[in-house]
């Protein structure tokens, strides 16, 4: 019965890391279609160009969501102080990245034009 769990725990594992690593590629391929389309333009805003990098910066949250999830079924079937110390690592660097996205995006929001009153008043006459 535990070697079963064992095997199973592992093919979870596996499958998480592969989620991880689907994620952050799809991430990057839609980055890079992102940076075309937003540097091509002339006259692209910086805040515009932001939205890309943030867009995957969650993307990497997200895959890195998915690492750690991996890690930790790791752990619980061979814990040791190597897989342990790797899990906190990694939870520490997905704490700071979601932090610091946060942090960004809510700048972005605050630089973006805010809808004019004057254009819903229009659409309720």
Do not use: C
Not at 17 to 30: R, V
Not at 67 to 86: K, M
Request: hydrophobic share 55%.
């Amino acid at each position: 019965m535990e070697e079963a769990l064992h095997l199973a725990a592992h093919y979870l594992a596996l499958v998480l890391e592969a989620l991880a690593l689907l994620t952050i590629a799809m991430g990057a391929a839609e980055t890079v279609l992102g940076l075309f389309r937003v540097y091509l333009r002339p006259h692209a805003s910086n805040v515009e160009k932001r939205a890309v990098w943030l867009e995957f910066a969650r993307w990497l949250v997200a895959g890195l969501t998915f690492q750690l999830a991996a890690d930790i079924v790791h752990t619980t079937i061979t814990p040791n102080w190597e897989e342990i110390g790797r899990v906190a690592a990694i939870a520490a660097i997905r704490t700071l990245l979601t932090f610091f996205l946060d942090r960004d995006i809510d700048a972005v929001r605050e630089r973006q034009p805010r809808p004019s009153s004057g254009a819903s008043d229009a659409k309720r006459t």
